[in-house]
């Protein structure tokens, strides 16, 4: 089955840019989609279709895409950031949806 | 505002079928495809399948022999059927929509236990 990859945590102190990667071979073909989950909360949808910010997403949150590889990066990190990141996205046919297991983002 | 509500159960034994239903307020169930997400306890998202307005369905294949999606459009709601529950199935569900996802329902857990 297809599979999503990304890193278990991922750490920064306040200000710095924090990356997120999330690889997966069909992503040169199909749409990448993040989403933050706070605790008890649902997730909440931050970047769309590898790079467009919903309307009410903060301008720091941004996305991109090069060959398997897609990245979130969050520029001057505030505390308030702190969640777990998935990724989402189809396998090559479009048909079936999968999200990558998550990363912890700690603002240290 | 577009809003979604789960209910059903919070509790269901083993080998029985797990019923939720998704209620979508303030806009029309005829737009997007309509999904089922869950998360068990402490791990992360799992997606289920979805359901589009005219009926047509997709299944994640590691649940596809135990899932039954379906949507009545004269209630606006959709719904999910799981059969033969284990307790490995006992998670936070979720019904989503929309634009990648863009409108998620608050999530119920359900718990499978004798």
């Known amino acids: 089955s297809y599979e999503l990859t990304q890193p278990p945590s991922v750490s920064v102190s306040p200000g710095q840019t924090a990356r997120i990667t999330c690889s997966g071979d069909?992503?040169?073909?199909?749409?990448a989609y993040w989403y933050q989950q706070k605790p008890g909360q649902a997730p909440v949808l931050v970047i769309y279709?590898?790079?467009e910010r919903p309307s009410g997403i903060p301008e720091r949150f941004s996305g991109s895409s090069s060959g398997t590889t897609v990245t979130l990066t969050i520029s001057g990190v505030q505390a308030e950031d702190e969640a777990d990141y998935y990724c989402q996205s189809a396998d090559s046919s479009g048909t079936y949806l999968v999200f990558g297991g998550g990363t912890k983002l700690t603002v240290l | 505002q577009v809003q979604l509500q789960e209910s059903g159960p919070g509790l269901v034994k083993p080998s029985e079928t797990l019923s939720l239903t998704c209620t979508v307020s303030g806009g029309s169930i005829s737009s997007y495809y309509w999904s089922w997400i869950r998360q068990p306890p402490g791990k992360g998202l799992e997606w289920i399948g979805y359901?589009?307005?005219?009926?047509?369905?997709n299944y994640n294949p590691s649940l596809k022999s135990r899932v039954t999606i379906s949507v009545d459009t004269s209630k606006n709601q959709f719904s999910l059927k799981l059969s033969s529950v284990t307790a490995a199935d006992t998670a936070v569900y979720y019904c989503?929509?929309?634009?990648?996802?863009?409108?998620w329902g608050q999530g119920t857990l359900v718990t499978v236990s004798s």
């Open positions: 069909a992503l040169p073909k199909q749409y």
């Open positions: 279709k590898d790079s």
């Open positions: 359901i589009y307005y005219s009926g047509s369905t």
């Open positions: 989503a929509g929309g634009e990648g996802f863009t409108l």
